[in-house]
């Protein structure tokens, strides 16, 4: 949780007060919390809540003072949350990944392509296209800036970028339970995805479940290939992830399916 230490100021001892806390995630959802003073009116808070989004955070501290003596006043204590930031060199072909969950399909506020003076730069300079697989006759690119069905900002999904200009992506959104495993749709044929978690996972460890069953990897050729293609933007030349491999943050692969799972 955050830390916040600061002291409420009076011109007399009013002794130890309650102080309401909300705090504020960067989707705008609050959570309501309280922190009680010391006589002298210092405190020491802590939040209880977790920090699972990136982005700009408040705590906001709010005293009703004490009637014909002091007046009600509020203190805000912004900061900010930081997850994987992935760079981008301009003019040169990447695959990507989104490393959180995206609490907007928002690609604008999701991807937050900063340039090197920390501005925000528009994201249609990333020239984002995804690969739906499921679309007629059998799987199409779709282009943020040339197709109104992009399908948004999505977790697990794989995009190409193209970016027009260098810039730095400092994703919004939800940080995914690093302890806790998560789901990925894949349709049958070829399907671009990405690892949520904030560090480079083993593709050996994924798990396939078909018709409720669960496999491992290894065990599940017949549904999921047990290879990964990512790209490497320095070469330009696609790179074979075997089961002994990594899925790195930040990064998009291609995989196969033979069966929806």
């Given amino acids: 949780g955050h830390l916040v230490l600061s002291t409420l100021h009076t011109n007399t001892a009013v002794g130890a007060q309650t102080i309401p806390v909300q705090l504020v995630r960067p989707d705008g959802s609050g959570v309501n919390e309280s922190v009680v003073t010391a006589s002298d009116g210092t405190f020491t808070y802590t939040s209880s809540t977790v920090l699972d989004q990136t982005g700009d955070w408040k705590a906001k501290f709010s005293w009703n003072g004490v009637s014909g003596t002091y007046d009600a006043t509020l203190l805000e204590a912004p900061f900010t949350v930081t997850g994987v930031s992935v760079s981008l060199t301009g003019g040169v072909l990447d ?4 490393p959180i969950v995206p609490v907007t399909p928002d690609a604008s506020t999701t991807f937050n392509p900063l340039r090197a003076d920390g501005t925000a730069a528009p994201v249609s300079v990333l020239d984002l296209i995804t690969w739906a697989p499921t679309m007629p006759p059998s799987g199409k690119y779709v282009s943020l800036n040339r197709d109104s069905n992009f399908p948004g ?23 995914w339970n690093q302890t806790q495993a998560y789901s990925i749709s894949v349709a049958a044929g070829w399907n671009l995805i990405g690892s ?14 078909y018709q409720g069953n669960v496999m491992s990897l290894s065990a599940a050729g017949s549904v999921l290939r047990p290879y990964a293609w990512g790209y490497d933007p320095t070469s330009g030349s696609y790179k074979l992830i075997q089961t002994n491999g990594v899925l790195k943050t930040g990064r998009g692969y291609w995989v196969r399916a033979l069966e929806p799972c």
């Fill in 153 to 175: 900002a999505k977790g697990g999904a794989g995009y190409w970028t193209y970016p027009s200009e260098s810039v730095k992506l400092s994703p919004k959104g939800k940080l």
């Fill in 95 to 98: 695959l990507v990944a989104l």
């Fill in 196 to 209: 949520v978690f904030t560090s480079d996972i083993s593709w050996g460890a994924v798990q396939v479940r």
